[in-house]
């Protein structure tokens, strides 16, 4: 999570407010699969779902590790497709 | 569980002429749209198409929109679930839905998915400030809210959407202070183009940009030129007072509910993305489900009418609904598709579906 009182920031991930330099330093480390940094900083955890940022993550992939981006594995895209209430949940699904 | 023949995920442009040549032929649809309205992005569309008449010239989207919304509401054979949303595909063929704090389990015999695009944006510093816009939002907020996103505008895209919401925004009233373009050519069609030249508005091609500046919300920006391998000219900085940094740099398929059914995808830069790969029906590698409009590949809405239409077709002749006049309708389509494709404009597009074809 970005210091509140930071300046000149680059969101990469509006939903878990993740900088693109966060993303960057961990790629240096050798964190080069999007599974991996989703794990560590929540990128495309938040409610749009990585629709936003996962272009841009595999972009910065991509260019730090010279592969096409057609060949950066992307993460498992699960159901749901978008945040559900888990009251709506819990009533059940209409089987009638 | 509710048992349908086909079941449409997006009421868009494609979305609704799918409903409709499915719904001629014969078959039972579910149109399922996540908005309380049908129309998709048509409904923003104010400036008239252009084309020859098939593709509706001269007509508006947000007509267009109202009269194939009119005539699904009226067909019969199609039942409308808006503020509905598609939770997710399953294994078992089943499509997960809520709509109104409830969840439907659909079970359809052919599934059509027209769930459109979403917007790119871009990395910058402060691009996070209250006044960083898509262009799909500021659509949203002039064209159908009638609200107006600030006083002066940076527009950066200079593709079609780019420059028709700056003529929307000059229409409003905002000034647009520029609108900057990384590529070396403008993107959209010449006569939009020339039209906010005329108004005094001009194009930096080969020019992206570098910064926001703001504290609270956007005050400024800084824009660079970039040199023949994209990268930053230093010294060729140019400074804009702006209250609005509007993005238009292109949209990306709307894929999740391909991915889960296991359809086969291929990476198409010309096509905005990942996409499904498909047959001339535009049927995916997963018998039954079939993809029409942006989700297939970003394009615009003339084509997304007829992929919807084709799609359509395809789904209920598949299911053994016809008539007499469904080969030579899907002829027609096919190539008033050629035609929109056809010369330099379509270019990118034949050179994308070359690529996604199964």
């Known amino acids: 999570m970005c210091e509140a009182n930071q300046k000149d920031l680059t969101i990469i991930c509006r939903c878990e407010d993740i900088t693109v330099d966060e993303v960057r330093a961990y790629i240096e480390q050798g964190v080069t699969d999007l ?32 592969r096409p981006v057609r060949e950066i594995p992307l993460t498992v895209f699960r159901q749901p ?8 949940l819990a009533g059940g699904t209409d089987h009638e | 569980m509710k048992h349908t023949e086909i079941a449409i995920v997006g009421g868009g442009p494609a979305g609704l002429a799918a409903a409709l040549n499915a719904a001629k032929l014969g078959a039972r649809v579910h149109l399922i749209d996540r908005n309380d309205y049908l129309g998709g992005q048509l409904i923003k569309q104010t400036h008239r198409f252009f084309g020859s008449k098939e593709q509706r010239a001269s007509e508006r989207g947000i007509d267009i929109a109202r009269e194939l919304a009119n005539q699904v509401t009226a067909s019969k054979n199609i039942q409308v679930m808006t503020e509905a949303t598609a939770l997710g595909y399953y294994e078992d063929g089943v499509l997960l839905v809520e709509q109104h704090k409830k969840i439907f389990a659909i079970k359809p015999e052919r599934l059509i998915i027209a769930t459109g695009g979403a917007e790119k944006t871009l990395l910058f510093p402060n691009n996070d400030l209250p006044g960083v816009y898509g262009a799909g939002a500021v659509q949203t907020l002039v064209n159908v809210f009638g609200v107006k996103p600030g006083k002066r505008v940076l527009m950066v895209g200079a593709g079609n959407i780019g420059v028709i919401v700056s003529y929307q925004l000059l229409q409003a009233g905002v000034e647009v202070a520029a609108i900057i373009e990384a ?41 660079v030129q970039l040199d023949e391998n994209w990268q930053p000219v230093p010294g060729t900085e140019k400074e804009f007072d702006v209250d609005v940094i509007c ?18 995808m291929v990476f198409v830069p010309e096509l905005g993305g990942n996409v499904p790969l498909r047959n001339e029906h535009l049927e995916t590698s997963v018998p039954g489900i079939y993809v029409a409009g942006d989700v297939a590949g970003i394009e615009e809405a003339s084509a997304a009418m ?16 016809t008539t007499e006049s469904l080969g ?11 035609g929109l494709r056809s010369g330099p404009v379509g270019e990118k597009i034949r050179k994308g579906l070359a690529q996604a074809l199964l």
């Not at chain 1, 940094?37 to 990128?43: C, D």
């Not at chain 2, 993005?247 to 086969?264: D, F, K, Y």
């Not at chain 2, 030579?328 to 050629?338: G, K, M, P, T, W």
């Open chain 1, 35 to 66: 599974e991996q940094l989703k794990r560590l900083l929540r990128v495309g955890m938040g409610p749009c779902q990585g629709r936003t940022c996962t272009p841009l993550i595999v972009n910065e992939l991509a260019r730090a590790t010279g």
């Open chain 1, 81 to 88: 497709t978008t945040p559900v209430k888990l009251g709506v």
């Open chain 2, 183 to 223: 590529a070396p050519r403008i993107g959209a069609y010449w006569v939009h183009a020339s039209k906010v030249v005329r108004a005094g508005v001009p194009i930096y091609t080969r020019h992206t940009i570098q910064r926001a500046h703001g504290h609270r919300e956007v005050t400024g920006a800084t824009v």
């Open chain 2, 247 to 264: 993005l238009s740099v292109g949209l990306t398929p709307l894929t999740e509910l391909l991915w889960q059914a296991g359809c086969r």
């Open chain 2, 306 to 321: 007829m992929e919807g239409a084709l799609a359509g077709l395809n789904a209920a002749a598949s299911l053994g609904y």
């Open chain 2, 328 to 338: 030579l309708d899907r002829r027609n389509i096919l190539a008033q598709l050629e």
